[in-house]
């Protein structure tokens, strides 16, 4: 059996076809490129954004060293407020003993000389 020679391609629709290849690869091609050139973009503002270890290590201490300090003073804080709370309790006690020390002894006075009259 022998292919019927209608059914083999002309050499213009092969010509046709190789064209047509060429052009899809050639656009294929293309777009790939374009689609690099956008990923390196894309690659390359990635890079720029990024800091090397020397920065970020550096960066590391000093905010280990901002945390020292804040430690510190609230520390500092927390002991001044104490101190605080402290001398305002003993001023509340020195103020009320102040009050109440002399009607005590008025009161000691009066009951003394009520107990003096009546003997």
């Known amino acids: 059996m022998s292919v019927p020679p209608a059914a083999e391609p ?4 092969l010509q046709r ?3 047509q290849l060429r052009e899809d ?4 091609i293309a777009g790939l490129r374009e689609n690099l050139r956008t990923d390196l ?8 954004q990024a800091v090397t270890k020397d ?5 590391q201490r000093l905010i280990d060293q901002r945390l020292v300090v804040i430690e510190r003073d609230l520390t500092a804080e927390a002991r ?7 001398a305002a309790i003993a ?11 002399p009607l005590v002894v008025a009161a000691v006075q009066l009951w003394l ?3 003096g009259a009546r003997a």
């Open 55 to 59: 920065v970020y290590v550096a960066d």
């Open 25 to 28: 690869q050639r656009d294929g």
């Open 10 to 13: 002309t050499l213009g629709e």
């Open 17 to 19: 076809a190789l064209l």
């Open 91 to 101: 001023n509340r006690r020195w103020l009320i003993g102040a009050f109440l020390a």
């Open 80 to 86: 001044a407020r104490e101190a605080a709370e402290a």
């Open 41 to 48: 973009q894309v690659l390359a503002g990635r890079i720029e």
């Open 113 to 115: 000389l009520s107990k």
